[in-house]
């Protein structure tokens, strides 16, 4: 019998091209380290990241991270988000996975990003992997992952940097009983909604935190942090967050 999967949620670490980089005045490497450190006291079954972990996509970023996680145990999950770069991305960390069996779970992992873009769309094909994974697997409970937010969160600024053709998204959703959490990064904040059977889940990033409900990009004092998500074997999931300082 399978047991439930505890992942950590941990995103927009926005590494700049040099360690010591600086955003909003938050030294990017040394807030994400600190959460590395604070989050290795837990007992997990993987990590699940959800982009924008260079701020300029440079290939350096991604080398200090693949250092800093250098003594986690666990399989590391990750996606790309507006600020990643690919091809550096997959120079240090290979091929990404995009679908994943964690017992009775299975994790799918979607690209949102469209080219020199801040707003995500998911492209044709991979509406279409969505779709034919959900389908492939009915049998198992579906964790979605992307980088961008497929929902309004209240704050107009950055719900125009949001999922343009979430509707498409939700079409594929609908038709399927097994999607139970669709989980994001981009907007630095906490949020955790309810949409039907799916639950709506995001995190604060790593560095700098944008403040809730704000019509404009206003920073939030609150300090960095991660998720934690217990995925039940019937399907629900228990969550939380979790704030370094
Ligand atoms: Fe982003």
Redesign the pocket.
Known sequence: MNHPQRLLHIT?FHLGNNQGDCLASVDCDASLIRVINALKNECCDGLLVT??IAHYGAESAYRRLQSYLSDISVPVYMLA???DDMASMQSVFGDLEKELVLGDWQLILLDSNESQC?YGQLSADELSFLETTLQSNQARHSLIAL?HPPVDIGSAWMDAMQLKNKQAFFDIIDRFDSPRTVIW??IHQEFDQQRKAVRLLSSPSTCSQFLPRSAQHQLDRKGPGYRWLELNTDGSVDSGVIRVD
């Open positions: 927009d982009g924008d988000g507006n600020h801040d980088h990064g981009h």
